[in-house]
């Protein structure tokens, strides 16, 4: 690997760490929002009583979808650090393996141990290669899991607007919730697909 290569590595992890910490930021206020929505919904059913007595299962599988979002956020985020480490050991490993060859280079005659050091060296990043592929196989999947939940919500939310068309006098209200809730799951989907674009690099 040369030093223009070197730098690129450099770079990719850098773009890539402080996409990882706007995507951890956005993602916590974004469900943040979805649960508070969820919650308003559910407060509108009890106001109205029997009047809302058919929007009051959709607001119920919106609490239920906010926390499942939540509980595979929680996944996603506990797959991120390990990812990220272990790209970290890589880079790490590159750097020492190309200082290394320098050295022995310039004095191979003088330091016969500088080979077996490298080659040391050079299975450390094979091993922590490997663990990268595996951290971001296992970030990958927990990404489609939590795609899947979103996926799952957003169709939800269809049938909350749905519902709120039919609900005459109290359609306002109702529109404007179902109308909140699906702004934030779009917000979501939007967020995870820039996230996954900008990582794939790595991951695959």
Same mark, same amino acid.
């Given at each position: ?14 773009? #890539? ?18 649960? =508070?929505? &969820? ?31 939540? $509980? ?21 490993? #590159? ?23 490298? =080659? ?12 990268? =592929? ?6 990958? $999947? ?8 979103? &996926? ?19 359609? &306002? ?14 917000? #979501? ?13 790595? $991951?695959?």
């Amino acid at each position: 690997m040369d030093d223009h290569s070197l730098e690129t590595l450099r770079r990719d992890f850098i773009a #890539v760490a402080d996409a990882t910490y706007a995507f951890q930021g956005a993602l916590k206020k974004r469900l943040r929002e979805i649960d =508070r929505k &969820a919650l308003n919904a559910q407060v509108l059913v009890k106001r109205h009583g029997k009047d809302l007595a058919g929007y009051g299962v959709v607001a119920q599988a919106f609490r239920e979808g906010a926390q499942a979002m939540q $509980i595979a956020a929680e996944q996603v985020q506990k797959l991120i650090n390990p990812l990220m480490l272990h790209f970290m050991e890589t880079l790490r490993d #590159v750097q020492q393996m190309e200082s290394l060859r320098n050295i022995h280079n310039a004095a191979t005659t003088h330091c016969p141990s500088m080979a077996e050091r490298l =080659r040391q060296h050079a299975d450390m990043h094979d091993r922590h290669a490997a663990s990268s =592929r595996r951290a971001g196989l296992a970030l990958n $999947i927990a990404l489609d899991r939590f795609q899947a939940v979103i &996926a799952e919500l957003d169709y939800v939310v269809v049938n909350g607007r749905i519902e709120a068309a039919l609900k005459g006098a109290v359609n &306002a209200p109702l529109s404007q919730v179902s109308m909140e809730m699906d702004r934030s799951v779009t917000g #979501v989907q939007d967020l995870l697909r820039t996230y996954r674009e900008q990582i794939e690099r790595i $991951i695959e």
